[in-house]
């Protein structure tokens, strides 16, 4: 039978808990989250009759319909992606409705504290690396898009894997935001030495120029496929944009075998281009062994007098001064020419400018001093007030992110969790690099840090797995827009940022919803 160990005391539990390993610690978190979701799965029956009203989380669990305050309409569960779109007119649909069950501060606090294990873990348990090129370790450090925590592409799928070091790193770079960051790739071997090289002729036999340009590598022609994005037809540098120096790259067919391991987000292979010279006819030019450039022997002998080797030509009176300067004498050729009288400078005016040498260097001493003292009393040049805007700009989002934690902390939240009656599913969010990373779904089994919300009184609802806002991603489009944690600043930016204020929203009102409570079958 098993050994129950009882303890006098809360101290000497306390005592053998500080002994149990972390990897058992996560264990029984995950476990109790498990059991708690369980309880949670059986004590959700979405009730049957009741006429619609006000939502009181106090009476417990009740089937409620959330509307946007943007656009008017009603959130609903796609049955094609899970996925949360704001397009239902009104809330008769199944798909709209959803079971609210409260959550107490211990739950929410117990479910942070094993997410927070494992994400320790995960570097043991995954294929998580935490280790760059150089050998640093990465901090852990998030931007405002949740980017950058460890080795991962995370911005593009045939991007190196890279993550946020230390300043103390050697081969960290730093970005446009002044972090320093580095890849985890390995250094790549040099490139073979090329055996040939091109020929000097810039025309082919059709006396036509050879033109470069970017096409797919012989058996492996572009497809003509584009993604939803509109990339991916043609060679060409889609993402230059927001990936610079990127080498031009097309989607290819299936049979290509140079692509055999790459595959982008949308499932196609994709191949990257080479640069070639050719002619309308296809003509490239013709290559050459490598070897040492040899220069061309000519076919007359070098003349080093052409005055007096050329018998005949000019007059007598040129040939005559030829041949007598080709046989001077270097002192002939140039003779001592004296110094002219004003030119010439006295003792006295010798011993002047002496003296005014260490003069001019005391002047040069006491200007040096004077720009040290400057800089003493103003230090911020403007290199430095540059490299301050960018500090405070790389940390404007832990600010914003502290100053939401206070504002949930201080105001009275209702925690609570989502249950969709389409799919019987958590209502989740997701962080990057998730394939739905920032996006509301309700397909998740268990309960989890990413289904906690909280109801805050200004009408926005708070995620706990992101620390961010819900809002409606694309306002604009009334009929497909989804329900996710960030927002674009500008339309064309590739990533959405983490939204920490509802004033900030891409619209008005866009992080505003309302909750209604429904009849449920």
């Known amino acids: 039978m098993a050994e129950i160990t009882t303890y006098d005391s809360c101290a000497d539990a306390k005592k053998h808990l500080a002994t149990v390993p972390p990897v058992w610690l996560a264990v029984i978190s995950g476990g109790l989250a498990a059991l708690a979701t369980l309880a949670l799965a059986g004590l959700t029956g979405f009730p049957g009759g009741g006429p619609a009203g006000a939502v009181h989380l106090d009476a417990g669990q009740q089937a409620v319909a959330i509307s946007s305050k943007a656009l008017g309409s ?47 873990l995960a570097s043991k348990w995954h294929d998580i690396q935490m280790t760059t090129r150089s050998g640093c370790n990465c901090t852990g450090f998030s931007n405002e898009h949740g980017f950058g925590s460890y080795c991962h592409a995370w911005e ?71 993604s939803k994005l509109g990339y991916g037809a043609s060679c060409k540098a889609w993402e230059e944009k927001i990936a610079p120096h990127q ?22 292979r994709h191949i990257d281009c080479e640069y070639v010279y050719s ?34 030509k000019g007059s007598f009176l040129a040939r005559l001064l030829g041949r007598r300067l080709a046989l ?36 040069l001493q006491q200007e040096g001093a004077h720009q040290r003292r400057l800089q003493q009393e103003y230090p911020m040049s403007r290199a430095s007030r540059k490299r301050e805007r960018q500090a ?19 105001s009275k939240v209702r925690w609570v969790a989502l249950i969709s009656a389409a799919t019987r599913g958590f209502v989740t969010i997701e962080r990057p690099p998730h394939k739905n990373a920032l996006l509301v779904h309700a397909q998740a089994a268990q309960l989890s840090l990413g289904a906690v919300f909280a109801l805050m009184p200004s009408g926005a609802i708070f995620a706990a797995g992101t620390n961010a806002l819900l809002t409606l991603c694309d306002p604009a489009d009334k009929r497909n827009a989804k329900l996710c944690s960030g927002f674009k600043p500008n339309p064309s930016d590739p990533h959405r940022k983490l ?23």
């Open 74 to 120: 009603f959130l609903e569960v796609s049955l094609e992606d899970g996925l949360l779109r704001a397009g239902a007119g009104t809330p008769e649909g199944l798909a709209s409705h959803f079971m609210v069950v409260p959550l107490t501060e211990a739950t929410v606090a117990s479910l942070r504290l094993a997410t927070a294990t494992t994400a320790k």
């Open 328 to 363: 001077a004498t270097p002192q002939q050729q140039q003779p001592h020419q004296p110094q002219p009288p004003h030119l010439r400078q006295s003792p006295s005016q010798s011993q002047s400018r002496q003296s005014e040498r260490p003069r001019a260097s005391r002047r």
């Open 499 to 521: 939204l920490r204020a509802e004033e900030a929203a891409a619209a008005p009102n866009a992080a505003l919803f309302e909750l209604h409570t429904v009849t449920s079958h």
């Open 247 to 268: 080498t031009p790259w097309c989607y290819v067919h299936n049979n290509c075998t140079l692509a055999e391991r790459r595959k982008g987000s949308f499932g196609h």
């Open 392 to 410: 405070l700009r790389s940390q404007e989002h832990v600010a914003e992110e502290a100053a939401l934690l206070r504002r949930v902390a201080d």
């Open 156 to 226: 593009l799928s045939y991007q190196d894997p890279w993550c946020y070091v230390s300043e103390a790193c050697p081969g960290g770079k730093k970005g446009s935001y002044n972090r320093r960051h580095e890849v985890c790739t390995p250094e790549p071997p040099p490139p073979p030495k090329d055996e040939y090289n091109y020929s000097s002729t810039f025309t082919s036999s059709n006396k036509e120029e050879f033109v470069g340009h970017w096409q797919a590598p012989a058996g492996c022609a572009c497809s003509g496929y584009s």
């Open 279 to 312: 002619d309308s006819k296809g003509e490239t030019p013709v290559p050459m062994p490598q070897g040492p450039i040899k220069a061309k022997k000519s076919k007359k002998p070098l003349q080093m007098h052409p005055a007096a080797s050329e018998k005949g």
